[in-house]
């Protein structure tokens, strides 16, 4: 598992990151945690585990804390397989040995976590509706027939990492990812996965209304392509 | 000629003028300069006589000069307004670049 990295993007997390973190160190040895210049202690319980720290200095959104991950990871020579993995604890361990299992077979680039090939526990009617209908929006956009846009459990090889280069900051990455693979004619598949939606992991959700912006700024950025 | 006329011609001199003399030379600028110009050409003529604005305005189907110009404006105003808006999106994409790098770097330090 040397050749593994997990990239845990955190944004004010301290009261789960600790435990995501120790959890994920039982089992692979190179967890490197991105601190999205988070307001509370995420990173003194960042440092009270084995996990790499990098800290934004300000907070710059999920997508730019994954590709600051992803570029740290890219310094080791030795890191062959890429894994994101949200740090609110809704992903489980099982899932990412699957995917890894699966990637070490070489037959692709990149595998995407789907909630809804696998099962979304404790999923709520309205954010069931509001995945979806990124779901569709990211199949319209970028002609790929996935299930689930907005997973944060991936597994990728050096090739994705290199030429991922996430540019939306904020949520939209999700997306823009799935845009990537189309572009760069990535080998893609997605694998059914667990999501455990806990009461804290709900309330630290996007807002439905924040869905309008992320759309909005990926149709932009389709229009306006320098 | 009235006051106003002089104020205004005064105004739109002096801003060619700054505008002219700002650094950069690619393209993009360079066409930026033209336009600049044809718009002092226009509006130096507009302010010395008025009723040709009126005659424009009419032929294109506008009652008055003035509407026109207004028209103009919100149009011009819509674009600058969404021109900034993206050059907020590429500056923050830029900017987080450099953040990045420098979480990167400091990282890379604390762990040697």
Same mark, same amino acid.
């Given at each position: 598992?040397? @050749?593994?990295?997990?990239?845990?993007?955190?944004?004010?997390?301290?009261?789960?990151?600790?435990?995501?973190?120790?959890?994920? %160190?039982?089992?692979?040895?190179?967890?490197?945690?991105?601190?999205?210049?988070?307001?509370? =202690? =995420?990173?003194?319980?960042?440092?009270?585990?084995?996990?790499?720290?990098?800290?934004?200095? #300000?907070? %710059?959104?999920?997508?730019?804390?994954?590709?600051?991950?992803?570029?740290?990871?890219?310094?080791?020579?030795?890191?062959?397989?890429?894994?994101?993995?949200?740090? @609110?604890?809704?992903?489980? #361990?099982?899932?990412?040995?699957?995917?890894?299992?699966? #990637?070490?077979?070489?037959?692709?680039?990149?595998? %995407?976590?789907?909630?809804?090939?696998?099962?979304?526990?404790?999923?709520?009617?309205?954010?069931?509706?509001?995945?979806?209908?990124?779901?569709?929006?990211?199949?319209?956009?970028?002609?790929?027939?996935? =299930?689930?846009?907005?997973?944060?459990?991936?597994?990728?090889?050096?090739?994705?990492?290199?030429?991922?280069?996430?540019?939306?900051?904020?949520?939209?990455?999700?997306?823009? #990812?799935?845009?990537?693979?189309?572009?760069?004619?990535?080998?893609?598949?997605?694998?059914?996965?667990?999501?455990?939606?806990?009461?804290?992991?709900?309330?630290?959700?996007?807002?439905?209304?924040?869905?309008?912006?992320?759309?909005?700024?990926?149709?932009?950025?389709?229009?306006?392509?320098? | 000629?009235?006051?106003?006329?002089?104020?205004?011609?005064?105004?739109?001199?002096?801003?060619?003028?700054?505008?002219?003399?700002?650094?950069?030379?690619?393209?993009?600028?360079?066409?930026?300069?033209?336009?600049?110009?044809?718009?002092?050409?226009?509006?130096?003529?507009?302010?010395?006589?008025?009723?040709?604005?009126?005659?424009?305005?009419?032929?294109?189907?506008?009652?008055?000069?003035?509407?026109?110009?207004?028209?103009?404006?919100?149009?011009?105003?819509?674009?600058?307004?969404?021109?900034?808006?993206?050059?907020?999106?590429?500056?923050?994409?830029?900017?987080?670049?450099?953040?990045?790098?420098?979480?990167?770097?400091?990282?890379?330090?604390?762990?040697?």
């Amino acid at each position: 598992m040397q @050749d593994v990295y997990i990239i845990v993007p955190a944004y004010n997390e301290s009261g789960v990151i600790y435990g995501v973190l120790s959890d994920l %160190l039982k089992n692979f040895p190179n967890v490197v945690c991105v601190n999205d210049g988070s307001k509370d =202690t =995420t990173a003194q319980e960042v440092r009270k585990t084995k996990a790499t720290l990098v800290t934004h200095p #300000i907070n %710059l959104g999920q997508g730019a804390a994954l590709q600051t991950g992803i570029e740290y990871a890219l310094l080791d020579p030795k890191a062959k397989y890429f894994v994101t993995f949200d740090s @609110d604890g809704q992903h489980r #361990i099982e899932d990412v040995k699957k995917m890894l299992q699966e #990637i070490r077979k070489d037959k692709h680039d990149i595998l %995407l976590g789907s909630r809804f090939l696998g099962e979304a526990k404790n999923i709520t009617k309205v954010r069931k509706a509001l995945l979806k209908a990124a779901v569709v929006f990211t199949r319209t956009t970028s002609g790929l027939k996935v =299930t689930d846009a907005h997973n944060g459990l991936r597994v990728f090889n050096r090739l994705v990492a290199e030429g991922l280069n996430i540019t939306m900051p904020d949520m939209a990455h999700g997306s823009e #990812i799935i845009e990537r693979i189309a572009e760069k004619k990535f080998r893609y598949k997605e694998l059914p996965v667990t999501i455990q939606y806990t009461d804290y992991s709900q309330a630290k959700g996007q807002s439905a209304l924040n869905a309008i912006n992320v759309g909005f700024d990926i149709i932009l950025n389709r229009i306006v392509k320098k | 000629m009235i006051l106003i006329q002089l104020v205004l011609i005064v105004a739109i001199v002096a801003l060619m003028i700054r505008f002219l003399s700002s650094r950069g030379s690619n393209q993009t600028q360079a066409w930026k300069k033209l336009l600049l110009m044809l718009f002092t050409a226009l509006a130096i003529i507009f302010v010395v006589w008025p009723e040709s604005l009126n005659t424009i305005a009419h032929f294109v189907g506008v009652g008055r000069g003035a509407d026109l110009l207004l028209y103009s404006l919100i149009v011009a105003f819509v674009f600058q307004s969404f021109n900034t808006y993206l050059k907020g999106k590429e500056e923050q994409r830029r900017f987080a670049k450099v953040a990045s790098k420098v979480a990167i770097l400091e990282a890379r330090l604390n762990n040697k």
